[in-house]
């Protein structure tokens, strides 16, 4: 999970909060005090799925992925390639899964975490093979995540718990979060609605 996302949340759900509270004490009509509920719960179900719900769980068993609208399981079998180009990556013969928690850092994350590395004197230069990106730095969110799944994955390999070549016949599960998508669209809208009516 992204310490960085968990804080945008909170600020999010504190901004939403303001609003409901300013927009309860300026109206005096109780039905449209009844009407900003709406699109507060959309802020606060927006924070939620969007910010506090992604995370990455990295198990004996594989790696579960839990982005904003659906839930993936790469069982260690079916995983390929970690990438870290955009955001972490776990590349399958089918699917690439992108992990919402983990997204590549940008330039003033790079130079951060570049500082913090060379202060507790960890290797920036590369992976040992010269093909390190940004997204591989340790002390960012892709990176640190990487860099476990790669520890494990290759620990894994190393004590034959992995059954290598069946990448390709291995199922991916994907689980949609079908209450979250309706929930937002449904408070979007009503959002939108409660706006117009003002």
Same mark, same amino acid.
């Given at each position: 999970?992204?310490?960085?996302?968990?804080?945008?949340?909170?600020?999010?759900?504190? +901004?939403?909060?303001?609003?409901?509270?300013?927009? $309860?004490?300026?109206? /005096?009509?109780?039905?449209?005090?009844?009407?900003?509920?709406?699109?507060?719960?959309?802020?606060?179900?927006?924070?939620?799925?969007?910010?506090? =719900?992604?995370?990455?769980? +990295?198990?004996?068993?594989?790696?579960?992925?839990?982005? %904003?609208?659906?839930?993936?399981?790469?069982?260690?079998?079916?995983?390929?390639?970690?990438?870290?180009?955009?955001?972490? /990556?776990?590349?399958?013969?089918?699917?690439? $899964? *992108? %992990?919402?928690?983990?997204?590549?850092?940008?330039?003033a994350? $790079?130079?951060?975490?570049?500082?913090?590395?060379?202060?507790?004197?960890?290797?920036?230069?590369g992976?040992?093979?010269?093909?390190? =990106?940004?997204? @591989?730095?340790? *002390?960012?969110?892709?990176?640190?995540?990487?860099?476990?799944?790669?520890?494990?994955? @290759?620990?894994l390999?190393?004590?034959?718990? +992995?059954?290598?070549?069946?990448?390709?016949?291995? !199922?991916?599960? %994907?689980?949609? !979060?079908?209450? *979250?998508?309706?929930?937002?669209?449904? /408070?979007?809208?009503?959002?939108?609605?409660? +706006?117009?009516?003002?």
């Amino acid at each position: 999970m992204s310490k960085f996302n968990r804080g945008l949340a909170i600020a999010l759900w504190l +901004i939403v909060a303001l609003l409901f509270v300013t927009t $309860v004490v300026n109206d /005096t009509t109780w039905p449209d005090r009844v009407l900003a509920l709406v699109p507060t719960a959309f802020g606060v179900l927006l924070g939620w799925v969007a910010l506090w =719900r992604p995370r990455l769980t +990295i198990a004996d068993k594989g790696i579960e992925v839990v982005n %904003v609208f659906h839930t993936v399981h790469v069982p260690w079998a079916a995983l390929v390639h970690v990438d870290t180009r955009f955001a972490l /990556t776990l590349v399958t013969p089918k699917r690439r $899964v *992108s %992990v919402w928690a983990a997204p590549a850092p940008g330039r003033a994350g $790079v130079a951060l975490a570049r500082r913090q590395n060379q202060r507790h004197g960890r290797d920036t230069a590369g992976l040992g093979d010269g093909d390190r =990106r940004a997204g @591989d730095l340790l *002390s960012t969110a892709s990176g640190d995540a990487a860099y476990l799944i790669r520890h494990r994955w @290759d620990d894994l390999r190393e004590r034959g718990a +992995i059954e290598l070549g069946t990448a390709d016949t291995v !199922h991916v599960p %994907v689980t949609l !979060h079908w209450a *979250s998508i309706v929930l937002l669209a449904a /408070t979007a809208v009503g959002g939108w609605f409660a +706006i117009a009516a003002r």
